[in-house]
């Protein structure tokens, strides 16, 4: 298409990684801000993405024109070993892998199977959580997140000890690529540090799956975990490609439940720490919703504030923080030309503070998630799990099991977190807080 509108304003965006070398995420805060919602280009050396915050801009690239914006090019390459080509990837191959993986994220779905991942929840919560001992917030997030969902999902066909080695293996492969997502110019030939530890966790993650797609493929079972049906709908295609496909969506999958749930429920605790005001009134709600019984769905429709910091928790710390994408054709948005080639990186992160669409936007407020409360909001200034036909398919997962988790232990125990200072997100492909972040569970009836 022709295109005749005004150049777009650039923003010096290496000068401010260089204020920012420990927390890079706040140069990017500091870009959008200068921006103000506008579409700007970031001037990172030989590299220049278009920044797309304004719902509006959004909205078309992820909804009215999405075919034009995949998720290819620099950003996603150093990836690539990682999430392969199935349900994290665009075109047929992304439509093929969702027809298969739909079905278990269902809203239907994932309530039938809700009594039961409460019942993991409380079992998982009573074998790991050892009373005023410090902790890794992360580490034991993981350790009830990941077993949960690998004995919804997968069933037998993971073990404790191949969870043993899936979760350090995810936490580095997230990680290990941090820098490149800020310096994605920088050849793959040219070493940066991360790349070798990034390598060892792709080799440790298909160590774990591959056998267990050959065990799958031998036996023939017809079982309803995701490794049957993903070899059911697969049985044709055999041979490394088939098996890699499988194996794509295995690792997408385990990654979508599991990696980005952790993450948004490490945030918890220093959020809770640090406004002891709204603590009080998540205690007090599920101290009189839940008392001193076993959590379970019953209680999720009273759980009305906890959803609500929930929500809040998701427009500050929505874990996708950053989806990039490269236009296949000359476009238009919000008066910006953009031609073919061009990268655009879209942020939830970002758009969730802008000042012209939320009052007060840096300040954790639940009570913009009160009933009726997102009158009037623009449909894309809150899109935690993305948008368009890209949507996380594990919405609906997560806003079942976060309530469970954090109710589940919250009945029993007070947390308090050992940090100094201000929790910052660290530079990762989803959006962590510090690591190290430590805390300790105290039973309620000797908290202070």
Known sequence: MAINAAPVRTVPFLRKLT??????????EEASGQAGG??????????????????????????????????????????????????????DTWAESRSILQPLFTAKYVNSLAERMAEIITELIDETVVPERPFDIARGVSAIVHPTIVRLFFGSKISIADINRLVPAYDVAVTAKSLRLVLPFVSERVPLPGDLAFRRAIKAIDEVVYPRITEARAQRQEGEDVVSRLCRARHDDTGPSGDRRIRDDLVAMHGASTETSAT?????????????????????????????????????????????????????????WILPRLALEDDEVGGVPIPAGSTVMLSPYLTHRLERFWERPLEFDPERFAP?????????????????????????????????????????????????????????????????????????????
């Open 19 to 28: 204020r920012h070398p420990r927390v890079p995420v706040s140069a990017l």
């Open 38 to 91: 506008e579409l700007v280009r970031l001037a990172m050396g030989p590299f220049r993405p278009f920044l797309v915050t304004h719902p509006d801009h959004v909205q078309h690239v992820l909804r009215q024109n999405q075919p034009n914006y995949v998720r290819q090019g620099m950003f996603w390459e150093p990836l690539g070993p990682l999430i392969g080509n199935g349900i994290l990837s665009d075109g």
């Open 264 to 320: 948004a429920l490490t945030w918890v605790w220093p959020v809770l720490a640090g406004h002891p005001e709204i603590a009080a009134k998540v205690y007090e709600e599920v101290d009189r919703v839940v008392g001193d019984d076993p959590v379970s769905t019953a209680h999720l429709p009273h759980l009305t504030y906890l959803r609500m910091f929930v929500n809040e928790l998701l427009r500050l710390y929505p874990p996708g």
């Open 372 to 448: 009726g409360a997102e009158r009037g909001r623009h449909r894309y200034a809150y899109w935690p799990f993305g948008a368009g036909p890209h949507v996380c398919l594990g919405q609906h997962l997560f806003m079942m099991e976060a309530p469970l988790l954090i109710a589940g232990i919250l009945r029993k125990y007070r947390p308090v977190v050992h940090a100094r200072g201000q929790v910052r997100p660290r530079l990762a492909s989803s959006l962590r807080p510090s690591a190290g972040l430590r805390m300790t569970l105290v039973p309620k009836d000797r908290a202070a």
